[in-house]
């Protein structure tokens, strides 16, 4: 029996593992803004997709726009490679995408686009710091502005102001 019990955990860690880290194809079909697209799947299947570890400008905030048009840019109507991670507690699918070998996301900071995403004001991935820090050096994308304000601030900022008003 107990032989039986090893072998069930085995392939469910196996499975688990399988669908927290999939990999697969997918067709962009609309960028909705810097961290979040929509795609296609082989099987026709359309999902929202949320860039895991950055954090791009809001709608609203200076160089969302900008931070919109430069993964439209990249990726847009484009074949990709999603490497999902999960959800987020908006049920969107965090993923890394992936087109001819660059990884999107750290594409994404790496030309000033967006921040490292942080939680708690921990980064989720340290590497993305990095290369925050690196487009800051070099006043790339969003840091051509002397002081600009961090999604996860702006949102704050709205969500404080939405409160008042009520």
Known sequence: ???????????????????LFAKYPATVIRVIDGDTVVVITE???????????IDAPELGQPFAKKSRQHLS????????II????????????A???YCED?????????????AYRYN????NPEMVKFERQA????????????????????QIQKNLHNVIK
């Open 1 to 19: 029996m107990k032989k039986y019990n090893t072998r069930f955990w085995i392939v469910a860690l196996l499975f688990v593992s399988f669908n």
């Open 103 to 115: 990884n999107i996301n750290e594409l994404m900071v790496k030309k000033g686009y967006a921040w």
């Open 73 to 80: 840019s990249l990726i847009a109507n484009k074949q990709v």
């Open 83 to 94: 490497q999902e991670s999960g959800k987020d507690t908006y049920n969107r699918k965090l």
């Open 43 to 53: 099987q026709k299947k359309k999902t929202r997709i949320r860039l895991i570890d």
């Open 121 to 124: 004001k921990i980064a989720s």
């Open 96 to 98: 890394t995408i992936f």
């Open 136 to 155: 800051k050096q070099k006043k790339l994308g969003l840091w051509q502005d002397k002081k600009p304000i961090e999604p996860w601030k702006y949102r």
